[in-house]
């Protein structure tokens, strides 16, 4: 099959979204309404960690206007646990309300429905709930202590997850190394936040004993699989619909409030709508995972790297869906975009008395990267190399391409040394420093910081395994249809929900090209909905995946719908099919434009006239397709798996400037240079890179969930957990190397993730930079104006950014937990 | 949406203002949120709601021509006033200059920012017809987005004075 002619894919097409968008006339979830719906709002434990000793919702149900009232209790009666994703330990059920014990602050105990949600916000008031206090766990490395409180006495430990993986020679490799450099990184819990917060409606019909659901849950597939096991119906008495979504960075997946809208609807026999408040988002929706990274990189004299060994702690609060993904991922993307032969890798996920963590932009990689780039910059000091020399010595070379890194990952294709060039070259690199060092003999602070990172696309699920011993679920798939309709005009429909990415532009760019139409002549479906979109378990929005998925996916629709087109107009003509094309809305002869058939005229025949259709063609113009990626293949015997496909990559460099009396901490350039094979739409890969570096900058220097030592969470509000506004970040400076991938249909790779993955390293190197002749060392996130302010008057030992290196010896640990994993039911 | 008869008892307030250049009428409860009253009572959902405390922007509305949260003000006390909202903005015949240079510089992703900032930079462009960058950033660092980095943001506003320059230099 030929592939997409090229007319629009890579062009910069305005968006069909923007449209409705700028005129506020996008559909979100709290936009849609349903005939006689009810408001919820849910009643979430003010402890870190207690028993729930009597729970009397009595009062709220009494409250006039109130329909329905759901504890944690009766919900684990009239619905099974949540299923997990990645199921890591037995026989903890994980239920849509706390039953007996509360595990975070925030956790829902119990919801009411009503009339509106003032009422149902009232009637929380009338809950009685007795609680006993349990000591907290606030501290990852605390809860890993044998005598550490439990979150789930039942499992004897609070380690989900603690195994080692070594490939090649580590040992080896260290002992004849130049040198080694230890350190030990900590990293906040930050999270993306999308501006529309998470919510969902939920109907229940009595009548076919159905569920349907519209909600910006942004991976569907997954949802229904988990609400219909755990309300105990069949997939097929479930429908879901996703409309315009409001942004969503991997946080919007929490069933359990699905789950809690469905039983409140079948208890009312009304439809229930929640829309989380900001604090709830904050305060329990999800955060990416904090933690700390121990690394240690062996070196030559000459800065050749030789082996690189992390030990890393997950912290995934009360996280039971998802756990260790932020450790898998780590190890995945392990080695950056460097060439370092041997690799260990020894991880532990720790469950404590937090907001369960999960998806947040780049999952794992912005920390992963700040470790290798702080570490990278800081044996660059070490050294007396700089910084740009020490990474173009290590970097994987385009001939290498492609590349296997030593836990299995591919490097498909890019050239990270030009990245890093031409990045060098836009920031003016030899002119900034310079200006550096002129600045500095004037009494000003001036910082450069240099970042870079490789950026994969989509996950292939096997790689699980490594948990949980057995194969529930693997590789990299989406599904789409494409359908030419009776009037000639062309639809088409995609799994994986857009929550800000464009699809409806892409995908209509992709099929206009095939079908030799415009994209304004196709409409593609908004969001989704499970009873017309075709989809998979593995359907949804994440990973990064669009370029490795679902452009196969749209693809081959297209050119399903294409070659029978085609072949109805080879039939009318009465020519051979190869000697058509479709251009301009019609089929026509190749060389005599003339003889051609409108789309309109084609669709009547398949529609309409079926008698006028080739012999054995069946009638109509529809076609699904799902593409599954070939390089997602099983965990192989040496433990190594492609956990992810497809690898863009970046630099990043940026100025800092610090005011010395107030600490206060000014970007004054920012260049980033990226690499994403090729564009689809110039227009939303360039946004994406702005909008992904602003999440990294964000994460470097503002946002923090800040917990006190009894767990409660200290930044709740937009007042205290603080976003980068329009004056905290300079205009990102955007340029592009364009390395198609030879692996993907388009050859587009991931930019989703973009500089939200080497961003945190960027501003970190350039902070630290600036104050490096103070003997200053950026050892965590965020780095706030007050501790600048200290390291400024010499207080190079308070806090945790400056603790000591690692000298020896491990972490204070439990002993492995192997043997607990898998064998969930 | 009217509450139920049930509904918990809460003061109600009749109100009169101008939405969108229409004279309403309506009997509010006394907490009652403008946002929410816009969005529910009048069916106007292009208005936002990102945070309920003020900081993030997405709800803002004009309010006797300047700008204003509208989650943190109170339906019943805006007898009398003046609101306008991304639907009192978009006129009747297709996007206004402003809203057609924020698609033109894709200044948006998801969406939810987008009227509260078309909100804001009207009442810039207003007041200031021919900002500059620092000018633009001051002007929206009340408005959060998530998804842009602000950069093309930035860009559109720019456009659209250049654009509104041009019109009133012929």
């Given at each position: 099959m030929s592939e997409s002619g090229g007319r629009w894919v890579g062009a910069a097409v305005p968006l069909k979204e923007d449209a409705r968008l700028v005129a506020g006339r996008g559909r979100f979830l709290d936009d849609i309404d349903r005939g006689r719906l009810l408001h919820a709002a849910m009643l979430r434990s003010p402890h870190a960690h207690a028993?729930?000793?009597?729970?009397?919702?009595?009062?709220?149900?009494a409250v006039p206007g109130v329909h329905a009232v759901l504890t944690g209790a009766e919900a684990a009666e009239r619905s099974g646990p949540i299923r997990p994703l990645i199921p890591t330990t037995a026989s903890v059920p994980d239920h849509c309300l706390a039953v007996d014990r509360v595990r975070y602050v925030g956790e829902p105990v119990a919801a009411v429905a009503a009339v509106d949600r003032a009422t149902a916000e009232d009637a929380l008031e009338r809950i009685v709930v007795e609680y006993a206090p349990l000591p907290a766990v606030v501290d990852p490395e605390a809860a890993m202590r044998p005598d550490a409180p439990l979150l789930y006495p039942a499992l004897g430990t609070n380690v989900l997850w603690h195994d080692a993986f070594t490939y090649g020679d580590v040992d080896g490799a260290m002992a004849r190394?130049?040198?080694?450099?230890?350190?030990?990184?900590?990293?906040?819990?930050?999270?993306?936040?999308?501006?529309?917060?998470?919510?969902?409606?939920?109907?229940?019909?009595?009548?076919?004993?159905?569920?349907?659901?519209?909600?910006?849950?942004?991976r569907p597939g997954l949802t229904i699989s988990i609400l219909a096991a755990s309300l105990g119906v069949p997939q097929s008495r479930l429908r879901l619909h996703c409309p315009d979504i409001g942004g969503a960075f991997g946080n919007k997946r929490r069933p359990a409030y699905l789950l809690v809208c469905a039983l409140l609807a079948r208890s009312a026999g009304r439809p229930v709508k929640w829309v989380e408040d900001r604090i709830e988002n904050l305060t329990a929706l999800m955060h990416a995972c904090n933690g700390i990274m121990e690394v240690e990189l062996g070196y030559r004299a000459d800065g050749t790297l030789l082996a690189l060994s992390v030990r890393d702690v997950a912290d995934e609060g009360k996280n039971l869906l998802t756990p260790t993904q932020h450790n898998l991922i780590k190890l995945g993307n392990i080695a950056n975009g460097y060439r370092i032969p041997a690799v260990r890798y020894e991880a532990w996920s720790v469950l404590t008395n937090k907001c369960p963590s999960g998806a947040n932009r780049g999952i794992g990689k912005p920390f992963m990267c700040f470790a290798i780039e702080r570490a990278m910059s800081l044996l660059a000091r070490r050294l007396g190399l700089d910084p740009a020399e020490l990474r173009l010595r290590n970097y994987v070379t385009e001939a290498e391409m492609p590349y296997t890194t030593p836990p299995g990952a591919e490097y498909d294709s890019g050239d990270y040394p030009a990245t890093l060039r031409r990045a060098l070259e836009r920031f003016d690199y030899a002119g900034r420093r310079a200006e550096q060092a002129r600045a500095r003999a004037e009494g000003r602070l001036l910082g450069i910081g240099i970042a870079t990172s490789v950026e994969p696309a989509g996950t292939n699920l096997a790689s699980y395994e490594l948990v949980t011993g057995r194969r529930a679920a693997s590789g990299s798939a989406e599904a789409a249809m494409v359908r030419v309709e009776p009037d000639g005009q062309v639809r088409a429909s995609l799994g994986d929900p857009s929550s800000g990415q464009g699809y409806e532009t892409v995908v209509a760019q992709i099929v206009a090209d095939?079908?030799?139409?415009?994209?304004?002549?196709?409409?593609?479906?908004?969001?989704?909905?499970?009873?017309?979109?075709?989809?998979?378990?593995?359907s949804g929005n994440y990973s990064n995946k669009f370029s490795v998925t679902?452009?196969?996916?749209?693809?081959?629709?297209?050119?399903?719908?294409?070659?029978?087109?085609?072949?109805?107009?080879?039939?009318?003509?009465e020519i051979d099919a190869a000697d058509l094309e479709l251009r301009d809305g019609a089929a026509m002869v190749r060389g005599a434009p003339d003889r051609r058939l409108p789309l309109a005229e084609l669709?009547?025949?398949?529609?309409?006239d079926v008698l006028g259709l080739p012999p054995g063609e069946d009638p109509g113009l529809e076609a699904h397709h799902v593409h599954q990626n070939p390089l997602a293949r099983p965990v192989d015997a040496d433990r190594r798996v492609r956990s992810q496909l497809v690898f863009a990559n970046a630099a990043h460099c940026c100025l800092v400037e610090i005011d010395p009396r107030t600490g206060q901490i000014a970007l004054r350039k920012y260049v980033v240079v990226h690499d994403c094979g090729r564009e689809l739409n110039p227009l939303i890969v360039e946004g994406m890179v702005h909008g992904s570096t602003v999440h990294g900058i964000g994460a470097a220097l503002l946002e923090e969930f800040r917990y006190d030592e009894t767990g409660q969470l200290l930044t709740s509000t937009f007042m205290d957990y603080l976003k980068p506004t329009a004056v905290d970040v300079p205009a990102i400076e955007v340029d592009r190397l364009e390395h198609p991938s030879p692996v993907t249909p388009l050859g587009a790779k991931g930019v989703g993730e973009g500089g939200a993955i080497p961003g945190p390293a960027a501003v970190a190197n350039a902070v630290e930079d600036a104050l490096a002749h103070l003997g200053v060392v950026v050892r965590s996130l965020p780095i706030t104006p007050e501790q600048v302010w200290r390291w400024l008057r010499g207080e190079l030992a308070s806090g945790p950014l400056a603790s000591g290196p690692l000298t020896s010896g491990p972490l204070t640990l439990p002993s492995p937990q192997r043997g607990e994993g898998g064998g969930r039911g | 949406m009217s509450a139920d008869a049930t509904s918990t008892p809460a003061e109600r307030l009749r109100v009169r203002l101008t939405v969108n250049g229409a004279p309403v009428e309506r009997e509010v409860e006394a907490r009652l949120s403008l946002a929410d009253f816009l969005r529910q009572d009048l069916g106007l959902t292009g208005t936002h709601v990102g945070c309920e405390h003020g900081v993030c922007g997405a709800c803002t509305v004009l309010l006797d021509g300047r700008s204003a949260r509208s989650c943190l003000l109170l339906a019943a006390q805006l007898d009398g006033a003046r609101v306008t909202t991304i639907e009192g903005l978009t006129p009747a015949e297709g996007p206004s200059p402003l809203q057609e240079a924020f698609r033109a510089c894709h200044a948006m992703q998801c969406g939810f920012c987008t009227p509260g900032m078309i909100v804001a930079s009207t009442e810039l462009l207003t007041a200031t017809p021919a900002p500059d960058e620092a000018e633009i950033r001051e002007a929206l660092a009340g408005n959060l987005c998530m998804c842009t980095g602000y950069v093309n943001i930035v860009r559109a506003v720019t456009a659209a004075s250049r654009a509104g320059a041009r019109k009133r230099a012929r």
């Open positions: 028993r729930i000793v009597r729970l009397d919702a009595s009062g709220a149900a190394a130049d040198g080694i450099l230890k350190e030990r990184f900590v990293i906040q819990r930050y999270a993306s936040t999308p501006l529309e917060t998470f919510g969902a409606i939920a109907e229940y019909d009595p009548g076919l004993d159905a569920y349907e659901f519209w909600t910006n849950d942004q095939v079908l030799g139409v415009t994209p304004a002549a196709v409409s593609v479906a908004r969001g989704f909905d499970s009873a017309t979109t075709p989809w998979l378990y593995l679902d452009v196969g996916a749209v693809l081959g629709a297209a050119t399903r719908v294409r070659d029978k087109l085609l072949r109805i107009a080879a039939h009318r003509l669709a009547r025949t398949a529609y309409a | -």
